[in-house]
């Protein structure tokens, strides 16, 4: 059974960075696409950002395209989100996410089977 732990995340300023980090504990990792979600109160969880099997490809959602990166090792089995450039409106809880089955990109939930525990990203002044 997979397990992700996310570290990372907490408080910043607007237009700072934060950077988040989800390690998997299978080594099957490296052959499935990870995801990035995020859930903000009361809204619903939105797709962040994806990356494919080889880190190669990567597809972001619009609201953070050009200011998160996303990004993985596959040697250490973790996959990264560089978030840059900070808004009020990025504050939520992110989630990293593995599929067991997807090898490209993709920001359909449904497409992702192991889930991080979430971690809090609040920005602030």
């Known amino acids: 059974q997979e397990h992700l732990v996310q570290s990372g995340g907490g408080v910043v300023q607007p237009g700072g960075s934060l950077s988040l980090s989800c390690a998997a504990s299978?080594?099957?990792?490296?052959?499935?696409?990870m995801g990035w979600f995020r859930q903000a109160p009361e809204k619903e969880r939105e797709f962040v950002a994806s990356i494919n099997w080889s880190g190669k490809s990567t597809y972001y959602a619009d609201s953070v395209k050009g200011r998160f990166t996303v990004s993985r090792d596959n040697d250490k089995n973790t996959v990264y989100l560089q978030m840059n450039g900070l808004k009020f409106e990025d504050t939520a809880v992110y989630y990293c996410?593995?599929?067991?089955?997807?090898?490209?990109?993709?920001?359909?939930?449904?497409?992702?089977?192991?889930w991080g525990q979430g971690t809090q990203v609040t920005v602030s002044s």
């Open positions: 996410a593995e599929s067991a089955r997807i090898v490209i990109v993709t920001a359909d939930p449904d497409d992702y089977d192991y």
């Open positions: 299978e080594r099957t990792f490296s052959r499935f696409a």
